[in-house]
C-alpha cells in the first residue's frame, strides 16, 4: 500500500515573511549553440535559478526547477540556431509558468566563450577567452533579457605617465636638447607610466531579446580599453602591446567613458529603452587597492548625454 508524501515545501512557514529569490545556484550544464553550416559552439555554462516566493509558503519546488533547467537544455541542443539569451528567457518563462505561486522567474548564466583572432605582429593564430553574462527575468507583463560579456585588456594610467614625461623632459633639456626636437621626441616614444590588468564588462538589456551580436559586445569591451592583450605574444606583438598601450593611457573613469562612446556609435540601431550596464574594474599594480568605474543607462539618455543634451 503506497501513501502520499507529505508536500512540506506548501505549507506555511513560521514566519510570514515573502521572499525576493529562492533557487539554485552553481548548476554546470553543457550548451550546444548552433551556427548553421559551421560547427556548433559548446559552452560550459553555469545557471543561477530563482523564483520569488509569497510570504504564506515555507518553501519552493527545488526539484522542479532542476527539471525546468534539464528541459529547456536538452531543447536548445536540438534547436538549429539558439542564443544564450533566449535559453535564458525560455527557461525564466517556463519556471514562472510551472511555479503557479510565483510573479517572478530570473535565470542568470555565465560562461567562457573563445574568439579565434591572430596576434598583432607576428600575425599567429589564437584565440582570445571572454566571459559571457546573460540573464533574463520574466513576470507576468512579459520578459526581460541581458546579455554581455566581460573582458580583459591592458590599462597604463596617465598620472604617472605624465610625471614620467616631466622627467623626460627635464633631463633632455639638460642634454641640451632644443625644445621642438623634445615635443617631436615625448610626441613619437610614449613615456613610461604604470599598468593594470583591466577588466571591462558591457552588457545590454531590453524587453524580449536585445537585438545585438555577442561579438560586437566584446569587441567593444575589449577597445575601451588603453589596449587588448593577446594569449600568444612573440616579442614583436609584446612591443606592439606595450607601445599601444603607452600611446593611449586611460583612466578607470576613460575607460567607461569609451564604452559609452562606441555603444553610441556602434549600436546606433538600440531602441532609447535598452539599458546599458558599463563597468571596469582595474587590478592595480602599485597599490594594494583596485580601481573602478560604472555606469548604467538607458541608450536614449547615454545618446543625449553624448550629444550634449544631458548636461
Same mark, same amino acid.
Given at each position: 500500500m503506497s501513501h502520499q508524501l507529505p508536500d512540506v515545501q506548501a505549507s506555511r512557514p513560521d514566519v510570514t515573511v515573502g521572499l525576493s529569490q529562492v533557487g539554485v545556484t552553481g548548476v554546470q550544464k553543457l550548451v550546444k549553440l548552433s551556427r548553421g553550416s559551421l560547427r556548433p559552439i559548446v559552452l560550459m555554462a553555469e545557471f543561477e535559478v530563482f523564483v520569488d516566493l509569497p510570504a504564506g509558503r515555507k518553501g519552493i519546488d527545488m526539484s522542479r526547477n532542476m527539471e525546468v533547467i534539464d528541459e529547456i537544455l536538452e531543447d536548445i541542443t536540438r534547436e538549429e540556431a539558439y542564443r544564450v539569451e533566449d535559453v535564458c528567457g525560455d527557461a525564466a518563462e517556463r519556471l514562472l509558468s510551472k511555479h503557479d505561486?510565483?510573479?517572478t !522567474?530570473?535565470?542568470?548564466?555565465? !560562461?567562457?566563450?573563445?574568439?579565434? #583572432? %591572430?596576434?598583432?605582429?607576428?600575425?599567429?593564430?589564437?584565440?582570445n577567452t571572454a566571459e559571457i553574462i546573460a540573464s533574463a527575468i520574466a513576470t507576468d507583463e512579459g520578459t526581460r533579457s541581458e546579455i554581455g560579456a566581460e573582458v580583459t585588456?591592458?590599462?597604463?594610467?596617465?598620472?604617472?605617465?605624465?610625471?614620467?614625461?616631466? %622627467?623626460?623632459?627635464?633631463q633632455l633639456e639638460d642634454l641640451g636638447v632644443d625644445e621642438e626636437t623634445i615635443d617631436q621626441f615625448l610626441d613619437r616614444v610614449p613615456q613610461p607610466g604604470h599598468s593594470q590588468r583591466g577588466h571591462?564588462?558591457?552588457?545590454?538589456?531590453?524587453?524580449?531579446?536585445?537585438?545585438?551580436?555577442?561579438?560586437?559586445l566584446i569587441d567593444i569591451a575589449r577597445d575601451a580599453m588603453s589596449a587588448r592583450i593577446y594569449n600568444l605574444a612573440k616579442r614583436p606583438d609584446e612591443d606592439h602591446m606595450t607601445y599601444h598601450a603607452h600611446a593611449n593611457a586611460k583612466f578607470v573613469e576613460d575607460c567607461v567613458r569609451s564604452?559609452?562612446?562606441?555603444?553610441?556609435?556602434?549600436?546606433?540601431?538600440?531602441?532609447? #529603452?535598452?539599458?546599458?550596464?558599463?563597468?571596469?574594474?582595474?587590478?592595480?599594480?602599485?597599490?594594494?587597492?583596485? !580601481?573602478? !568605474? #560604472? %555606469?548604467?543607462?538607458?541608450?536614449?539618455?547615454? %545618446?543625449? #548625454?553624448l550629444d550634449g543634451n544631458g548636461i
Open positions: 505561486y510565483t510573479s !522567474a530570473e535565470v542568470r548564466m555565465t !560562461a567562457d566563450y573563445m574568439v579565434r #583572432e %591572430r596576434t598583432p605582429e607576428s600575425d599567429r593564430p589564437t584565440q585588456g591592458i590599462t597604463v594610467c596617465p598620472c604617472s605617465q605624465g610625471m614620467s614625461e616631466s %622627467r623626460a623632459r627635464e571591462a564588462t558591457l552588457t545590454v538589456s531590453d524587453e524580449g531579446s536585445p537585438d545585438v551580436d555577442l561579438v560586437e564604452l559609452a562612446e562606441d555603444v553610441v556609435d556602434r549600436l546606433d540601431h538600440l531602441p532609447d #529603452e535598452a539599458v546599458i550596464r558599463m563597468k571596469q574594474s582595474n587590478d592595480e599594480s602599485i597599490h594594494q587597492h583596485n !580601481a573602478h !568605474a #560604472e %555606469r548604467e543607462v538607458t541608450m536614449g539618455q547615454l %545618446r543625449d #548625454e
